[in-house]
């Protein structure tokens, strides 16, 4: 396997990172599909619970509240966090340790936050950047359903979800999997671009312009490269996780103090 960066084995070891054996196209292959069919399972199952459950309620099947949401977020990362979990060491052909799952030194914790640091400068910046030049506002889902929810404890559910429970699935499905995936047949940078504006599109929003998902999609596709250059950097799996989690809870904090932001 080569790499154009030159961290590209395990620290105190000759060993590459993550082995140069796994991730074969197969396996890659399956589990994709394994992925996807979690991640409609965890979709759906939420909201046909809710609905069996009030099928003699029409007012309730046509105002379904926001817990519904909440619980179609929380069951598709979820569902699909487990799914990783089970079939990760399989796929890569190594043990979670192999893929970075390791303990946090000093370093690595710094890097993360250097990590988190460099997504709200460049991801938030180009976003402000392109829609002051293109004169386009668009808003990710996950923006417009926080601000719609109306009491307190919804919300700090969702920032908890958007925090910890979402950074880890994505981190999972996008780094730990997508991008050592594609890089065991590329260098660093064609396994960091692709996986990373695989993350930006499944950002897009339904029912607005090419244009205005691409104004969306190509800021967190360059907060999708600075995590592969985290997870690359420490090796370590945690530690573009808690980039994401810090990223998303920056973004959370200044939503919840200034709402027009995401407006």
Request: include cysteine.
């Amino acid at each position: 396997m080569e790499n154009s960066l030159p961290s590209v084995t395990s620290q105190g070891s000759q060993t590459p990172f993550p082995p140069a054996s796994g991730f074969s196209a197969g396996r890659a292959l399956i589990t994709f599909a394994a992925l996807l069919v979690a991640v409609l399972i965890g979709n759906v199952a939420p909201s046909i619970r809710w609905a069996l459950a009030n099928m003699t309620n029409r007012y309730a099947l046509q105002h379904p509240p926001a817990g519904i949401a909440l619980g179609v977020l929380a069951g598709t990362d979820v569902a699909a966090i487990i799914c990783l979990i089970a079939l990760l060491p399989w796929t890569g052909g190594t043990s979670f340790a192999g893929l970075g799952f390791r303990g946090l030194s000093a370093r690595t914790v710094g890097i993360a936050i250097a990590g988190a640091l460099a997504m709200v400068v460049c991801t938030d910046g180009l976003e402000s950047l392109l829609q002051s030049a293109l004169h386009v506002k668009v808003s990710e889902q996950a923006v417009t359903l926080f601000l719609s929810m109306k009491t307190p404890a919804t919300k700090a559910l969702f920032a908890l979800l958007g925090v910890v429970v979402a950074a880890v699935f994505e981190e999972m499905a996008f780094r730990v999997f997508l991008f050592n995936a594609i890089r065991r047949y590329s260098r660093f940078w064609v396994a960091a671009l692709s996986s990373s504006l695989l993350f930006g599109l499944v950002h897009a929003t339904p029912g607005v312009s090419l244009l205005q998902n691409l104004v969306l999609a190509l800021p967190l596709a360059v907060g999708g490269f600075i995590l592969c250059a985290v997870y690359v950097k420490t090796e370590n799996a945690y530690a573009p996780m808690i980039t994401h989690g810090l990223f998303n809870a920056v973004s959370f904090v200044a939503l919840l103090f200034a709402p027009q932001l995401g407006t």
